[in-house]
C-alpha cells in the first residue's frame, strides 16, 4: 500500500474470485468485476473519486462481468486486448499500452497468453518502479492459469497444448522477469475451476511464486505442456456461454434480476397447475426436505457454497428451468447468484415451495450393510477423485456433470446407491437418477454425510 494511491481487493467466495479496484487520486480503475457492480460504486462514492477505467484481463470463462454496465453508468473506458475482437466499446490495451492516473501512477499492459489466447496481465508502476501485476487467469498463488479452456469459444481459438506452450513462454519470458518484490494480485484463488493447485494465500510477489509456484519452476516445456495438460478439473457446462457473455459485455445485473418473475409459493396439487411438466426444477431445499416431499421434474441443487457452479454444470445455459427455495429471502438471494453465471435469463419463475407429492426414500444402513452386492453403487465424484481411490469396491463412476447424459449406463436391475465426497454433490445426483429413471421404478439412495464412514 501507498498513501498515494491503495489497491483494494474484493473477494466472491463461491466463485474463488478476486476483482480489483485500483485508486489513485480520485480517479478508480478497475480490474476483472463481478457481475454486480454495486460494491465498485460503493467504494468509488466512499472515496469521492469516480470509475474512469475497467480492465478486462480476458473474456471470463466463469464468471459474467460487469464492465459493460459500468461503462454505460459512469463512462468509464473499458480497456481489453483487440485480440478479444469485443463487440462492446472499448480501447484495446496490449503490449506497449499505457494508462497514466494520478500521482506518478501508471498501468501497462503485458500480452500473456497461455490460459486464452487474448490473455493479458496488468503491471502498476509508480514513480518509475514496478509495484503490484494484476495476472487475471494467467498466473495464480501456487498455479498458473489451464489451457484447455478456449478451444470451443471465443473470437480466438487455440488448442491445449498450443496454449501451455504460450504459457510457458509468458511466464518466463513476461512474468518472471519483473522485481521480486512485485505484488502478484490474480483473478482467482484456491476453489476456481480455472486451475488445479491454487493456494490459499490471497496475494503474493514474483520472487515467492520463481520460489514456489511449481509453473515457475525449471523444467523443459516439453515437461511443462504434459503437467498443465494433466488432470485439470472438469470444464463446467457454462464456461463456453459466459466467454460469449463477456465478449459482447453483460445485460445490466439489477435490471435483468428485476426481470424475473417471482410467483406466489406452490403450496398445494392447484399450484401447480402453473408449472410446465417438461421443465425442470432446481430446488434449492435441503435433502431431508426433498425427501419428505417434492415436485416431479425436479433437481435437488441444496444452496450451498458451490451453488453457481453446480447450476451452470448442470444446467445447459439455453435450458429453460424453475428456481425454487425453502422461503423467500433465500429465494431472491439465489437469483442473484443465478446472474453471476448470466443464468437469471432462463428461470421461467422462482418460487417458494411448501408442497411436493413425490417423497424418496433415506439412506438405512443396516438395510445397505446386510447386502451389499446387492446394489449398483454410483460414485459421482471427479475423475481426479476417483483416480485416489473407489470408496466401494465395484462402484460405477459418472462424475455428476456427465449424469445427465450418461444415466441410461446405470443398471435398472438393482437398486441405486449414490455417493460423492461430503454428501452435497449425491444430493444433486440421486435426484437426477431418480428423474431420470422413473419409468423403472427402482429405488435411488443418497448416502450423503453418511460417507464418511465408508471412506478410511
Request: with cysteine.
Amino acid at each position: 500500500m501507498d498513501q498515494q494511491f491503495s489497491v483494494k481487493q474484493f473477494e466472491d467466495k463461491p466463485l474463488a474470485h478476486y476483482s480489483y479496484a485500483i485508486l489513485s487520486g480520485k480517479k478508480v480503475v478497475l480490474v476483472d468485476p463481478q457481475r454486480d457492480p454495486k460494491i465498485y460504486f460503493d467504494f468509488a462514492r466512499r472515496h469521492g473519486a469516480q470509475i474512469a477505467g475497467v480492465i478486462e484481463t480476458h473474456p471470463h470463462a466463469d464468471f459474467a462481468s460487469s464492465h459493460l454496465e459500468i461503462h454505460k453508468k459512469t463512462g468509464a473506458t473499458i480497456y481489453v486486448s483487440k485480440l478479444v475482437e469485443a463487440d462492446y466499446p472499448h480501447r484495446t490495451f496490449d503490449e506497449g499500452d499505457k494508462i497514466e492516473l494520478e500521482n506518478g501512477v501508471s498501468l501497462r499492459a503485458i500480452n500473456t497468453p497461455g490460459h486464452s489466447p487474448d490473455s493479458i496481465c496488468i503491471v502498476l508502476n509508480h514513480d518509475g518502479k514496478d509495484r503490484y501485476v494484476f495476472t487475471g487467469d494467467t498466473l495464480f498463488i501456487g498455479d498458473c492459469g489451464r489451457p484447455d479452456l478456449r478451444e470451443k469459444a471465443g473470437a480466438m481459438m487455440a488448442k491445449r497444448e498450443e496454449l501451455a506452450g504460450q504459457m510457458y513462454d509468458s511466464l518466463r519470458d513476461k512474468l518472471m522477469t519483473l522485481d521480486d518484490d512485485v505484488v502478484v494480485a490474480p483473478a482467482h484463488g484456491s476453489g476456481t475451476l480455472c486451475g488445479k493447485a491454487l493456494s490459499e494465500e490471497d496475494s503474493s510477489t514474483i520472487g515467492a511464486e520463481k520460489m514456489t509456484n511449481w509453473s515457475m519452476q525449471d523444467m523443459t516445456r516439453e515437461e511443462f505442456i504434459q503437467e498443465i495438460t494433466s488432470d485439470q478439473p472438469f470444464i463446467p457446462t457454462y464456461f463456453g456461454y459466459n466467454v460469449s457473455v463477456n465478449k459482447g459485455g453483460a445485460y445490466d445485473f439489477q435490471n435483468s434480476v428485476d426481470e424475473v418473475k417471482f410467483w406466489g409459493p406452490v403450496k398445494n396439487e392447484q399450484d401447480l397447475k402453473q408449472l410446465d411438466p417438461n421443465i425442470i426444477v432446481i430446488d434449492t431445499r435441503s435433502a431431508e426436505d426433498f425427501r419428505s416431499g417434492h415436485l416431479p421434474n425436479s433437481i435437488n441443487l441444496m444452496n450451498g457454497n458451490k451453488f453457481e457452479t453446480w447450476l451452470g454444470s448442470i444446467v445447459n445455459p439455453d435450458e429453460p428451468y424453475y428456481l425454487a427455495a425453502e422461503d423467500q429471502d433465500t429465494l431472491e438471494m439465489l437469483v442473484r447468484r443465478t446472474a453471476k453465471i448470466a443464468y437469471e435469463g432462463r428461470i421461467e419463475g422462482a418460487f417458494v415451495l411448501e408442497y411436493g407429492e413425490k417423497t424418496s426414500p433415506a439412506f438405512d444402513k443396516r438395510e445397505f450393510e446386510k447386502n451389499k452386492s446387492g446394489w449398483t453403487i454410483l460414485d459421482i465424484r471427479n475423475d481426479s477423485e476417483v483416480e485416489e481411490g473407489l470408496f466401494f469396491e465395484n462402484a460405477l463412476h459418472i462424475p455428476l456433470n456427465e449424469l445427465r447424459q450418461r444415466v441410461d449406463e446405470i443398471p435398472t436391475d438393482k437398486p441405486v446407491l449414490v455417493h460423492c465426497a461430503g454428501g452435497y454433490r449425491s444430493a444433486a445426483g440421486r435426484s437426477i437418477v431418480e428423474k431420470e429413471l422413473k419409468d423403472k421404478k427402482i429405488k435411488v439412495v443418497d448416502l450423503s454425510e453418511a460417507v464418511e464412514e465408508y471412506t478410511d
